[in-house]
């Protein structure tokens, strides 16, 4: 009967009681867009990590990242790749030579880490051909190619065909410098990573480094998301001898993005429904004022404190869960299209969200993982903002409630 | 007959600009068992606080009141909550049903409190509206019923219960002629059918009329108490 009387009693006031209902169905709505739009740039980000930039995984000699030293080679690197390919997990796998050096051109010069790559296989791992924007990419025949990012090229106003130099440190410890074109500029959705690398062919830059067919790593691309980690582990117990690292360790500020985002989400939800609670507690407080003499009455009556208190309790839970499946409702059909259709953003600042390493064109995603947790959070506001006008209610004597 | 309700000296004090006021004033009052007792007086006599006062509604400031011998006056207000609910029944001036409940559902919320089951419940529910011959109107919500219908529901709630005693404060005042006098039909018929015992506070002749016995308080003293059968109190 109480349950009863209270969902009878929300819709005393219908005004009153719709608002605080949509208040909640819209301050949720905002919250989950929120979260779909955070979950949305993390995946986002995570894809651009994964295939523009890491891979799944990575391996390098034990020591090499700790100098980024060129005669650290990965040994047997046709044997390993033998291997690597033949595993039921991988997809795609790429060689890379690296070396630290300067780029230096008639207006200036940069630090930048040049990347010896095979195009096809890079292409397969990071499709880097597809992110060219100006020229062609590397065309057979043409000696000492370069292909460097759109950031980069613009800072040293470089253009295809400009000439530059690239000055670095061979496996024997010997400074070696080579002039190379510019082959096609490249642009990725990482700013920061197309300042910093350049791309040239394995079979040229092997011989300057003096490095034979050595490598120093060795990108994977992974047939599930999932299985990054126990294959790491797998690979690195296979291979003791070689430094095996997963996405999240090779790019750690984006895991430690996505926990932060994880957090902030909560924050965010818990400060919207926070605001929200102060509404409700003022509705069950008018609630409560204008239903005194009827309180004292079920008082008087013979209902007791915990009932009353459950009376109070439900009437706040019922105002706050029926505006819930509506605001879940919303953010769901709009996190929907948006999720098909996608969301761009590049009106609030495309360099600035490139600079962090995002896409502007942001795929919004429901957050299901988090319903749980978002209905934790309602459940708690319910009861905190349930709390005072209970309280009021409580410490209302019968004979002075009847009098009113 | 057994004596359900004994209060002895009772005295309530309220302080008007530090100066005690006595609304109830040394006031020593026996009801029995099936009486039908109305309580008199001009306005502002005490009679709505010595009505709260056994309904374990309010506390004296002296003496105690027994209820079939347990001093109610020692209880916590969560235990007289609870005794309330058992032993006393509750018909106030203005109705005050629960406007969200039906008829039938605000008798059946007092039983519910209690804890009878539902085939119980609905056997009372069904005898109730006979008793106030409102079997019609048991689906309707107190806005949809009149003064005097809601205050026949009014009664079967404080008798959903089965109380050891009702308590009616100014019963008749918000109704008709018609209407007080089918009100008060029902309950003399309940009190001589069922030997409910019930006391009123009124203005009304026609109540005072009715009552077997009458007190009569002034300035919240007991000046009279009638009997019209066997006793004849005069303080």
Redesign the interface.
């Given at each position: 009967?109480i349950f009863?009387?209270a969902w009878?009693?929300i819709w005393?006031n219908k005004i009153r009681s719709l608002v605080i209902l949509l208040s909640v169905a819209i301050g949720l709505f905002a919250g989950i867009a929120v979260l779909a739009l955070y979950k949305g740039m993390m995946n986002s980000r995570v894809r651009t990590v994964i295939y523009s930039e890491t891979g799944h995984i990575q391996l390098h000699h034990k020591t090499f990242k700790n100098d980024y030293e060129a005669r650290f080679v990965i040994s047997n690197p046709e044997k390993l790749l033998q291997e690597l390919r033949k595993n039921e997990s991988v997809k795609q796998v790429a060689t890379r030579t690296i070396t630290q050096g300067m780029l230096a051109t008639t207006t200036g010069s940069a630090g930048v880490q040049i990347n010896g790559i095979d195009p096809a296989m890079e292409n397969k791992v990071s499709g880097l051909l597809q992110k060219i924007r100006v020229g062609s990419g590397f065309e057979p025949g043409k000696k000492n190619q370069v292909l460097i990012g759109k950031k980069l090229a613009d800072k040293m106003k470089l253009k295809p065909s400009s000439k530059l130099v690239l000055t670095f440190t061979d496996a024997d410890g010997n400074i070696i410098s080579a002039a190379f074109r510019v082959a096609a500029i490249y642009q990725s959705e990482n700013t920061p990573m197309d300042e910093r690398n350049v791309y040239v062919q394995q079979t040229e830059l092997n011989p300057i480094l003096n490095l034979g067919n050595g490598i120093h790593e060795i990108a994977l691309i992974l047939k599930q998301d999932t299985a990054t980690h126990t294959v790491a582990k797998q690979l690195q117990q296979k291979y003791p001898d070689l430094l095996v690292e997963p996405w999240q360790n090779l790019s750690p500020e984006t895991e430690l993005m996505i926990d932060t985002v994880d957090i902030t989400s909560y924050i965010i939800i818990g400060i919207i429904l926070f605001a929200l609670a102060f509404g409700i507690v003022n509705t069950m407080l008018m609630a409560i004022l204008e239903r005194t003499?009827?309180i004292g009455?079920?008082?008087?009556?013979?209902?007791?404190?915990i009932?009353l208190f459950l009376l109070v309790f439900l009437e706040t839970i019922f105002l706050t869960l029926i505006g819930t499946p509506i605001g879940l409702g919303i953010a769901w059909i709009v996190t929907s299209y948006y999720h098909r259709n996608g969301l761009n953003l590049e009106s609030m600042g495309k360099e600035m969200m490139s600079n962090f390493g995002f896409s502007t064109l942001v795929y919004p995603e429901f957050p299901t993982e988090k319903l749980l947790g978002i209905m934790g959070i309602v459940l708690f506001t319910a009861l905190a903002s349930c709390i005072y006008p209970a309280l009021k209610a409580l410490r209302l004597r019968?004979?002075e409630a009847?009098r009113k | 007959m057994s004596t359900v309700i004994d209060a002895h000296n009772i005295s309530k004090i309220y302080n008007k600009e530090n100066i005690p006021v006595y609304a109830i004033n040394n006031v020593h009052l026996h009801i029995n068992q099936g009486e039908f007792t109305a309580l008199v007086g001009p306005s502002g006599s005490g009679k709505t606080t010595l009505l709260n006062l056994i309904g374990g509604l309010d506390k004296p400031d002296e003496g105690k009141i027994e209820i079939n011998g347990i001093d109610i006056t020692a209880m916590s207000p969560n235990k007289l909550i609870d005794f309330r609910l058992r032993n006393i029944g509750f018909v106030f001036q203005s109705f005050n049903l629960i406007p969200v409940l039906t008829a039938r559902e605000n008798v059946e919320f007092i039983m519910q409190l209690q804890g009878i089951n539902k085939t119980e419940r609905e056997a009372r529910i069904q005898t109730l509206f006979r008793q106030i011959g409102l079997e019609d109107k048991m689906d309707s919500r107190p806005s949809q019923l009149s003064g005097g219908q809601q205050q026949r529901v009014a009664v079967a709630r404080a008798l959903a219960s089965k109380p050891q005693f009702v308590l009616a404060d100014e019963p008749t005042a918000n109704l008709d002629t018609a209407s007080a006098s089918n009100l008060l039909d029902i309950m003399a018929l309940l009190n001589k059918e069922e030997n409910i015992t019930f006391i009123f506070s009124t203005h009304d002749a026609r109540v005072i009329e009715r009552a077997r016995r009458v007190i009569t308080l002034v300035d919240g003293r007991i000046t009279s108490d009638t009997a019209k059968v066997d006793t004849h109190v005069q303080h």
């Amino acid at each position: 009967m109480i349950f009863r009387i209270a969902w009878r009693n929300i819709w005393r006031n219908k005004i009153r009681s719709l608002v605080i209902l949509l208040s909640v169905a819209i301050g949720l709505f905002a919250g989950i867009a929120v979260l779909a739009l955070y979950k949305g740039m993390m995946n986002s980000r995570v894809r651009t990590v994964i295939y523009s930039e890491t891979g799944h995984i990575q391996l390098h000699h034990k020591t090499f990242k700790n100098d980024y030293e060129a005669r650290f080679v990965i040994s047997n690197p046709e044997k390993l790749l033998q291997e690597l390919r033949k595993n039921e997990s991988v997809k795609q796998v790429a060689t890379r030579t690296i070396t630290q050096g300067m780029l230096a051109t008639t207006t200036g010069s940069a630090g930048v880490q040049i990347n010896g790559i095979d195009p096809a296989m890079e292409n397969k791992v990071s499709g880097l051909l597809q992110k060219i924007r100006v020229g062609s990419g590397f065309e057979p025949g043409k000696k000492n190619q370069v292909l460097i990012g759109k950031k980069l090229a613009d800072k040293m106003k470089l253009k295809p065909s400009s000439k530059l130099v690239l000055t670095f440190t061979d496996a024997d410890g010997n400074i070696i410098s080579a002039a190379f074109r510019v082959a096609a500029i490249y642009q990725s959705e990482n700013t920061p990573m197309d300042e910093r690398n350049v791309y040239v062919q394995q079979t040229e830059l092997n011989p300057i480094l003096n490095l034979g067919n050595g490598i120093h790593e060795i990108a994977l691309i992974l047939k599930q998301d999932t299985a990054t980690h126990t294959v790491a582990k797998q690979l690195q117990q296979k291979y003791p001898d070689l430094l095996v690292e997963p996405w999240q360790n090779l790019s750690p500020e984006t895991e430690l993005m996505i926990d932060t985002v994880d957090i902030t989400s909560y924050i965010i939800i818990g400060i919207i429904l926070f605001a929200l609670a102060f509404g409700i507690v003022n509705t069950m407080l008018m609630a409560i004022l204008e239903r005194t003499q009827e309180i004292g009455v079920m008082m008087a009556l013979g209902m007791n404190r915990i009932r009353l208190f459950l009376l109070v309790f439900l009437e706040t839970i019922f105002l706050t869960l029926i505006g819930t499946p509506i605001g879940l409702g919303i953010a769901w059909i709009v996190t929907s299209y948006y999720h098909r259709n996608g969301l761009n953003l590049e009106s609030m600042g495309k360099e600035m969200m490139s600079n962090f390493g995002f896409s502007t064109l942001v795929y919004p995603e429901f957050p299901t993982e988090k319903l749980l947790g978002i209905m934790g959070i309602v459940l708690f506001t319910a009861l905190a903002s349930c709390i005072y006008p209970a309280l009021k209610a409580l410490r209302l004597r019968p004979i002075e409630a009847l009098r009113k | 007959m057994s004596t359900v309700i004994d209060a002895h000296n009772i005295s309530k004090i309220y302080n008007k600009e530090n100066i005690p006021v006595y609304a109830i004033n040394n006031v020593h009052l026996h009801i029995n068992q099936g009486e039908f007792t109305a309580l008199v007086g001009p306005s502002g006599s005490g009679k709505t606080t010595l009505l709260n006062l056994i309904g374990g509604l309010d506390k004296p400031d002296e003496g105690k009141i027994e209820i079939n011998g347990i001093d109610i006056t020692a209880m916590s207000p969560n235990k007289l909550i609870d005794f309330r609910l058992r032993n006393i029944g509750f018909v106030f001036q203005s109705f005050n049903l629960i406007p969200v409940l039906t008829a039938r559902e605000n008798v059946e919320f007092i039983m519910q409190l209690q804890g009878i089951n539902k085939t119980e419940r609905e056997a009372r529910i069904q005898t109730l509206f006979r008793q106030i011959g409102l079997e019609d109107k048991m689906d309707s919500r107190p806005s949809q019923l009149s003064g005097g219908q809601q205050q026949r529901v009014a009664v079967a709630r404080a008798l959903a219960s089965k109380p050891q005693f009702v308590l009616a404060d100014e019963p008749t005042a918000n109704l008709d002629t018609a209407s007080a006098s089918n009100l008060l039909d029902i309950m003399a018929l309940l009190n001589k059918e069922e030997n409910i015992t019930f006391i009123f506070s009124t203005h009304d002749a026609r109540v005072i009329e009715r009552a077997r016995r009458v007190i009569t308080l002034v300035d919240g003293r007991i000046t009279s108490d009638t009997a019209k059968v066997d006793t004849h109190v005069q303080h």
